[in-house]
């Protein structure tokens, strides 16, 4: 029997037939999948920053703070959606919470050993030029804590690209959602696909904030030249 002509009626791992008749489906899906990354990642942020100051401010905070962040971090990504569905449903904001959650250790570990990182001299010559406590931590302590903080968002965010593939169990997992229902038709074609562009958007997004940092953090330029 002669094979068929198309690379879908064969089922082989790269064919151009399948990104060119699904490529809606796959740009919605890299865009649910950009969106619970951004916004798990956003979210942490804003959660992870005040617990860091916290943890800083006062030293008996900051072994209840990072050993709870761990343990959240240890819980299978599974058993965590299990324990937050009576919460949230059968949802986005399930994946959300979740990824939130994971994210917490990398970004409140980072941050504040990028505060605690800054010299104490170099804060008592801002304070010694009228600095008040929120100026210093303004101008001087995030500042100088940025290129440890960046380090910490990029492990979270790469982190999240991978994790948010789990969400598929509860419908929402972005290019994960193509991986699993591919994986389940053993449908070459469109895991193979899908695996890439999630490998793709994880390194873009590394990249992107590598160059952030680097924006934001001239001085390291200059230290290292």
């Known amino acids: 029997m002669t094979p068929p002509d198309d690379c879908l009626a064969r089922n082989e791992w790269i064919c151009g037939t399948y990104l060119s008749t699904r490529r809606h489906i796959l740009l919605d899906a890299v865009l649910q999948h950009l969106e619970l990354t951004a916004v798990s990642v956003l979210t942490a942020l ?84 009228g600095y008040g406590p929120v100026r210093l931590l303004l101008a001087v302590e995030l500042p100088l804590a940025l290129p440890a903080a960046m380090a910490g968002l990029r492990i979270a965010t790469v982190s999240a690209v991978s994790l948010v593939t789990v969400g598929a169990i509860v419908g929402f997992g972005g290019l994960g959602n193509l991986i699993y229902a591919g994986m389940n038709t053993y449908f070459k074609a469109q895991v193979l696909t899908a695996s890439v562009l999630c490998v793709a958007i994880a390194v873009a997004a590394d990249v992107l904030l590598l160059g952030v940092q680097r924006l934001l953090t001239p001085w390291t330029r200059a230290a290292r030249a």
């Open 46 to 129: 804003a959660v992870a920053l005040p617990l860091a100051l916290v943890a800083r401010r006062w030293r008996v905070a900051a072994g209840p703070v990072l050993g709870l962040t761990t343990v959240l971090y240890t819980i299978p990504s599974l058993a965590m959606f299990s324990l937050l569905l009576p919460v949230y449903g059968l949802s986005a904001s399930l994946v959300v919470a979740g990824l939130v959650l994971y994210s917490l250790t990398l970004l409140v570990r980072n941050i504040l050993a990028g505060l605690r990182a800054v010299p104490e001299e170099t804060r008592q010559a801002a304070r010694g030029m």
